[in-house]
T-cell receptor
Framework: SQQGEEDPQALSIQEGENATMNCSYKTSINNLQWYRQNSGRGLVHLILIRSNEREKHSGRLRVTLDTSKKSSSLLITASRAADTASYFCATDAPGNQFYFGTGTSLTVIP | GAGVSQTPSNKVTEKGKYVELRCDPISGHTALYWYRQSLGQGPEFLIYFQGTGAADDSGLPNDRFFAVRPEGSVSTLKIQRTERGDSAVYLC?????????FGPGTRLTVL
């Protein structure tokens, strides 16, 4: 079973706007990662945030983590059409299992 | 360097048949993971190898599914007596640390 849930399930924005997607999880974690997936195939790692971190930046990406609420958010600034993809959060668990959420499908309209 | 590769990219089989899916991890990566992803869902954990041994196989849905990694590199996911419900994209990932690097997946269709 999957631990995480992304919200919203689908998001459609205009190019240049910011996109925010959220992830909630159920158990304690060591790390939380965000991945991107195009066309239902391989996933690409975007960013990792550790449980003792609250915010992290990488280029146009900003990730926040609130362990008290068991939630994380991914912000993509100045979106581009090429950002159109599905985005998943993944949490690690004891035994090195990875739990993925259900994903947010982002569409950026040129 | 080369990333994770998976073969075949697509596999169509009939219900009841046996299939093998192969994963070639990034060279030197000790950890290897298998996931299954159904349409509109996130990847679902199946099994995790550390070296040659299966460190966690709790995600395998039943005893029709089995995976091996005999030399600590290439891994094969084996599905016996396939069922239509096994149709999905099977993803493999490898890692040295926390970040997993994914292959392009094998799309399995059971008719």
């Amino acid at each position: 079973s999957q631990q995480g849930e992304e919200d919203p399930q689908a998001l459609s924005i205009q190019e240049g706007e910011n996109a925010t997607m959220n992830c909630s999880y159920k158990t304690s974690i060591n790390n939380l990662q965000w991945y991107r997936q195009n066309s239902g195939r391989g996933l690409v790692h975007l960013i990792l945030i550790r449980s003792n971190e609250r915010e992290k930046h990488s280029g146009r990406l900003r990730v926040t983590l609130d362990t008290s609420k068991k939630s994380s958010s991914l912000l993509i600034t100045a979106s581009r059409a090429a950002d159109t993809a599905s985005y998943f959060c993944a949490t690690d668990a004891p035994g090195n299992q990875f739990y993925f959420g259900t994903g947010t499908s982002l569409t950026v309209i040129p | 360097g080369a990333g994770v590769s998976q073969t075949p990219s697509n596999k169509v089989t009939e219900k009841g048949k046996y299939v093998e899916l192969r994963c070639d991890p990034i060279s030197g990566h000790t950890a290897l993971y298998w996931y299954r992803q159904s349409l509109g869902q996130g990847p679902e954990f199946l099994i995790y190898f550390q070296g040659t041994g299966a460190a966690d196989d709790s995600g395998l849905p039943n005893d029709r599914f089995f995976a091996v990694r005999p030399e600590g590199s290439v891994s094969t996911l084996k599905i016996q007596r396939t069922e239509r419900g096994d149709s999905a994209v099977y993803l493999c990932a490898s890692s040295l640390g926390t970040t997993q690097y994914f292959g392009p997946g094998t799309r399995l269709t059971v008719l």
